[in-house]
Nanobody, 120 residues
Framework: VQLQASGGGLVQTGGSLTLSCTASGTGTFFRINTVSWYRQAPGDQRELVAGISGGRTSYGTSVKGRFTISMDNAKNTVYLQMNSLRPEDTGVYYC??????????????WGQGTLVTVSS
């Protein structure tokens, strides 16, 4: 199973971006249990931004009311809609999925990261 993150880019303060995280597995049945988005700014630790599990969502304090996480089960894709972006939202955004497969049970998988830059 692989996670592919995409959608990052350069945006001005107050702008919006939508990130995508897609799970894929050739010839492998899998089920997504949870997906979370993390971000890491230069020199900082990785922090949890948002998560979704069984339709329930959770958000970090700094993004509540501005970011929305959602899942399209048919596409095995989780989206992070980011509105009212601020310079402090700048960083590399990673998706993490806890995914079940018949062969290995439930494990955590990381996407490759996508860079979001918010200019002031």
């Amino acid at each position: 199973v692989q996670l592919q993150a995409s959608g990052g880019g350069l945006v001005q303060t107050g702008g919006s971006l939508t990130l995508s995280c897609t799970a894929s597995g050739t010839g492998t049945f899998f089920r997504i249990n949870t997906v979370s988005w993390y971000r890491q700014a230069p020199g900082d630790q990785r922090e949890l931004v948002a998560g979704i599990s069984g339709g329930r969502t959770s958000y970090g304090t700094s993004v509540k009311g501005r970011f929305t996480i959602s899942m399209d089960n048919a596409k095995n894709t989780v989206y992070l809609q980011m509105n009212s972006l601020r310079p402090e939202d700048t960083g590399v955004y990673y998706c993490n999925g806890n995914i079940y497969t018949y062969r290995e049970g439930s494990n955590d998988y990381w996407g490759q990261g996508t860079l979001v830059t918010v200019s002031s």
